[in-house]
């Protein structure tokens, strides 16, 4: 898989001003049930029990439009209050405003057709019920009904506030996701991986836990005896014994993916969205949705290059290509992450995060800026909305280091900024946490939940050994201050194809920093980048020059040698020798 950079300085590009509208919530009501009607639906809002902290309230709407295969309702809250827990839909809060998507289960609703969910919430002060609704964005009108108290009013606290539903829903679990998926959870351990990894002199992270990649339609059910994603979820729920679980999964099929690079070009042609949606997503959805799988954190990490080739390499400037061109003309990358956004947010229990590149693919301002407003428009596609997204992921199969310890972008020597150093190149930031954290907030500004949370793939960025270095270099000059501190040894940041000299980084852990969901082993740990030289295949992958350690390099990595090592084979397939070399790199180090 590729990691492709374009350097570009002093580009200026205006971002378009986003408009988000929610429905305006009415004076408060004394009547703890509302109806709003109008040509696009009925809302029967019904608080059925309340006390002094807490209440509980159903919802059932009517469809007056056309029919619909998946809805999402919409509220906005006058007070303070929250949604605790929900049944029958997936209901997520941002500020005010909530909604409530359908589930895989129930997302039909035929003209006329009705559905009902419900939820626990909290509040104090005064419960005031909403008074207006959308259905999949249509305003449903102003609040009508008698003014009643029918079914509710304020009642005696019960001795223990309703924590259950009062159905047990099909599947997808309770319906609500928790606010990290890594925190009291157990990691999943793809014992593909481990016995590839102990066979292999391994042993000391044999058992960390990796995501299991679904790089072509025949991976879903399993190749030449590999475990599909069913066998790897059945043992999954093996594995978590009853406790909570994080099993990471990429989806990584694209119409016309890797636009930019030829080791993992994919099976599907540019123009090939209906067979993705159908074969790939749409199984992938039905899978995940068994009531088996209700119990387990899915995460979804939501294709690795594809968005961040559209804002930089598709540009027309110097390292674009004509496949990424055609990508950004015909919208289907941003189709089709829409698509798989929207489908698999509407399972209860799953967990979606966008590839958003790396800090030295996307760190400049003139990327920057940009990226957070093209992760915006695929995540507001296809039937997606923001709220199919629990966070972002960056440095996905990369080798950017998480921190740079011996050295910070606000560094001068001898009055010269590192930034402009050979190695930073006026980037805005040296390594990933730091570029992780500040897209955050971009992100956040721009429309997306405040909630998200971001990841950072760890598992080849650990640059230890001999080579790391202990301290800033010589102060003779910027260059020499940078290159001899900074840890991250590859030849050009823009190299990506197994780098040379990497090792093990940081294990998988669950919020190690502030805005940060978890460090994770994305790319497995010993499998192929590429291949150095062309080996015929049927799994869509071709070869790419920026594996081969001859090739003098492109416009992408400033025509530069690759840093590639020798006899790597294809994309995904163990590749022993590069194991080693990132067990003996570790760091920190393995004990």
């Given amino acids: 898989m590729a990691v492709p950079i374009i350097r570009r300085r002093t580009a200026a590009l205006a971002a378009g001003a986003l408009v988000v509208a929610s429905g305006a919530v009415a004076a408060a009501l004394s009547s703890t049930t509302a109806q709003a009607a109008s040509s696009a639906c009925t809302v029967d809002y019904t608080v059925s029990s309340q006390w002094d902290s807490g209440f509980t309230a159903s919802v059932t709407v009517t469809n007056n439009g056309a029919a619909t295969t998946s809805w999402k309702v919409g509220w906005s809250f006058a007070g303070n209050q929250k949604v605790t827990q929900g049944w029958s839909a997936d209901i997520s809060q941002s500020g005010s405003d909530v909604t409530a998507s359908s589930l895989s289960y129930n997302g039909t609703l035929a003209s006329g057709g009705s559905v009902d969910f419900g939820f626990n919430g909290s509040y104090s002060g005064a419960n005031a019920v909403p008074t207006a609704f959308t259905l999949n964005g249509v305003a449903c009108g102003a609040a009508g009904g008698d003014g009643g108290t029918t079914g509710g009013g304020t009642t005696t606290p019960p001795t223990t506030p309703p924590t259950t539903p009062p159905t047990t829903p099909p599947s997808g679990g309770d319906g609500q996701r928790v606010d990290n998926p890594y925190v009291g959870a157990k990691g999943y351990v793809n014992p593909e991986w481990s016995s590839e990894a102990s066979a292999d002199g391994g042993a000391a992270i044999a058992n960390e836990s990796t995501a299991v990649w679904l790089d072509r339609i025949a991976a879903i059910n399993g190749v030449d005896g590999a475990m599909g994603l069913k066998d790897h979820l059945d043992e999954a729920v093996a594995q978590a014994n009853g406790q909570p679980l994080t099993v990471e999964f990429v989806i990584y099929d694209l119409p016309g993916r890797d636009c930019a690079a030829l080791a993992s070009n994919g099976e599907l042609g540019p123009d090939d969205l209906s067979t993705y949606e159908t074969q790939y997503i749409d199984p992938i959805a039905s899978i995940m949705s068994d009531p088996a799988y209700a119990n387990l954190r899915i995460v979804n990490i939501i294709e690795p290059d594809s968005l961040p080739n559209i804002v930089t390499n598709a540009s027309g400037e110097a390292g674009s290509t004509a496949a990424c061109a055609t990508m950004k003309q015909n919208g289907n990358y941003e189709k089709g992450v829409g698509y798989a956004l929207a489908k ?248």
Avoid at 483 to 499: E, L, P, T
Avoid at 563 to 579: I, N, R, T, V
């Fill in 344 to 591: 698999l947010g509407a399972l209860s229990n799953t967990y979606n995060y966008i590839d958003a590149g790396h800090h030295a693919w996307l760190g400049w301002d003139s990327n920057f800026v940009p990226a957070a407003q093209e992760f915006l428009k695929a995540a507001t596609t296809s039937g997606a909305t923001v709220h199919d997204v629990q966070g972002f992921i960056t440095n996905t199969a990369n080798y950017s280091a998480t921190v740079e310890p011996n050295f910070k972008v606000t560094d001068n020597v001898n009055g010269t900024t590192v930034r402009q150093s050979k190695w930073v190149d006026w980037n805005n930031y040296v390594d990933e946490q730091s570029y992780a954290t500040a897209l955050r907030t971009e992100l956040v500004s721009v429309g997306f939940d405040s909630t998200i949370g971001m990841l950072i793939d760890t598992g080849r960025n650990g640059w230890g050994g001999t080579s790391r270095p202990t301290a800033p270099g010589a102060t003779t000059s910027v260059d020499t201050y940078v290159d001899g501190g900074r840890i991250d040894r590859r030849i050009h940041a823009g190299n990506w194809c197994n780098q040379s000299g990497a090792g093990i980084g940081e294990r998988p852990t669950a919020a190690p920093a502030a805005g940060l969901d978890a460090y994770v082993w994305i790319k497995p740990p010993g499998e192929s980048d590429g291949s150095s030289k062309a080996i015929a295949n049927d799994e869509g992958k071709g070869f790419d020059q920026m594996c081969d350690p001859t090739y003098g390099g492109n416009a992408r990595n400033g025509n530069n040698p690759t840093g590639a090592l020798p006899d790597s084979p294809l994309a995904g397939h163990w590749f022993s020798a590069q194991f080693h070399q990132l067990l003996q790199n570790a760091y920190p180090p393995l004990s």
